[in-house]
Every structure is written in C-alpha cells, then in structure tokens.
C-alpha cells in the first residue's frame, strides 16, 4: 500500500518536473523543435516501458483507430499550447489555468462515455472552475496593460491546452486497453507527430535536432512525463488506484511551489488564492 502511494507522489514529481523542463525547452529551441524532439525521445521511452510492464487486454479495432485519430488532434492542440504557454508565461499563471483540464475531461466523460461523478467530485470541479477563473481574469488583466490592451497569446494557449488535455484524458481510456497504460502514451505521441509534421513542413517551421545545450530540457520534458505515467501503472499494482491518483494529482501544485521558491514567481495574493483552488480540486476530482 506505502509504494503504491509512493509511486503516486513520485508520478506528481515526473510531471512537475517535465513542466519545468517543457519550459526550459521552449525557451532554448522553441515551441515546435522543443514538442516534437521531447515526444520523440519520450515515445522511444515509452516503447521500452511499456515492452517491461503494460499489459493488454483487447485487439485493435476500427472504433479504436477513430480514437486515436482523435486522440492525436487534441494532443496536438494540448502539447503544442502547453509547450508554447510554459514558454511565454510564468508558471504560478500558466499551470492552473491548464489544469482546469480536469473539468472539461469530467465534462466530456458525463455526456460521452455515460460516467458519473459523487457529490464530492462536483465540489472539487467547482473549485478547479473557479480557482483557474481567478488566476485567468488576472492574468488577462495582466496582460493586457503589457500588451495595450490584446489578450496575450500565452492566455489563449493555457486556455487551448485545458481544452486539449480535457479531450485527451478520456480518450487515453479508451487505448489503454489495446495499447497498454505506458504503450497508449508513446502511441499518441506518435500520432501527434503525424498530424502536426504536415503543418509544420507547410510552414516552413524549423525541426532540426536540439544543439548539444538544449539536449537535457528536450530529453527531461520526454522522460519525465514519460515516467509520471509508468508510476501510476506500477502504483497500481501495490494499491488500489482510488488512493493513487489523488496523490498523482500533485502535480500542479508541485510546479507551482516550485515556481514560487526556485524561480522566484511572485504573482498577487487573487492568483495564489486562485492556484490553491484549482490544485486542491483536482485532488478532489481524482478521489
């Protein structure tokens, strides 16, 4: 029971971690080199994780070649904003706006797949909803006065890339069992990859590999990420995923401290009351 809880905080401190590093990378190599070199090493991760502990349950299938078809357009749009928000925005602003994902994916599930939330779980989307309203309202404000009055474009990303993750999250439901809960990562990676290279060929964007300086963000955003999900299947293992997740959920709340004391992220009183809000309700909403 104590490892699967471990392993539950340590998926937390992948994921904070590969934020940081999503950050880093966009700032050496930018948004799309830093995306694109970071899922291809964390896709190779992922493959070689998944050889070791996934399991698969059911065939491939027409239904599940739509969702992954799905599945690559909204990680496309989740990757690409969130690389992009880290890269242009501080974290204590840009994390909690993107984790109201949890809201949208609980959404999605109710009117799509059928399931059902407690009265708890509505508490907790209530808090995420309008603890990333708080921080979103002052960030616009924010943003406004620096750019003269236009909504930044970091803003919209965080805002896109809740709404990428929120259609995500569901959907790796529905691969898990086909590809594995550590295989169905690395495949949508991959089908990321297939829908945005076409886009980035056709304008022209730069893909070549990262210099050697930039390697070790790239290489950290891909494995970290990849990792925060092999402790959740191996967490699973040792206890049941009710008290797993809640503890896999810290991650947001891990960057934003982290921002706060080694960045030195100093936002207003609102946006940190804001943060807390949206951090302890997605706790909540993984209960």
Known sequence: MLAGVLLGIGASACWALANVAVQRAGHRIGTVRALLWAQ???????????????????PVSGPVIAWLAVAGVAALVGYGCMFYAFAHARLTIAVPIM???????AALSIAVFGERLGGLQVVGGAAVLAGALVV??????????????????????????AV????????MGRLVP???DIGAVGVVYVADIVVGLPFALMFGLGLRPPGRDAWLP???????????FACITI?????????????????????????????????????????????????VLAL
């Open 178 to 180: 086909v590809f594995g």
């Open 218 to 228: 790239v290489l950290a955003a891909g494995l970290c990420e990849t990792a925060g």
């Open 235 to 283: 967490g699973a293992r040792y206890a049941p995923l009710a008290l797993v997740s809640p503890f896999a959920s810290l991650a947001s709340a891990l960057t934003v401290a982290y921002a706060w004391t080694f960045l030195r992220e100093r936002p207003a009183r609102p946006v940190l009351a804001g943060a807390a809000l949206v951090c302890a309700g997605v706790v």
């Open 99 to 105: 984790s109201s994902w949890a809201v949208i994916s």
């Open 136 to 161: 979103s309202r002052y960030a616009q404000a924010e943003g406004a006065r620096a750019a003269g009055g236009a909504t930044p474009r970091w803003l919209l990303a965080a805002i896109a890339a």
């Open 40 to 58: 291809l090493s964390g896709g190779v991760m992922a493959a070689i994780a998944a050889a070791v502990f996934d399991q698969r349950t059911a």
């Open 164 to 171: 990428g993750f929120g259609v995500l999250i569901p959907l």
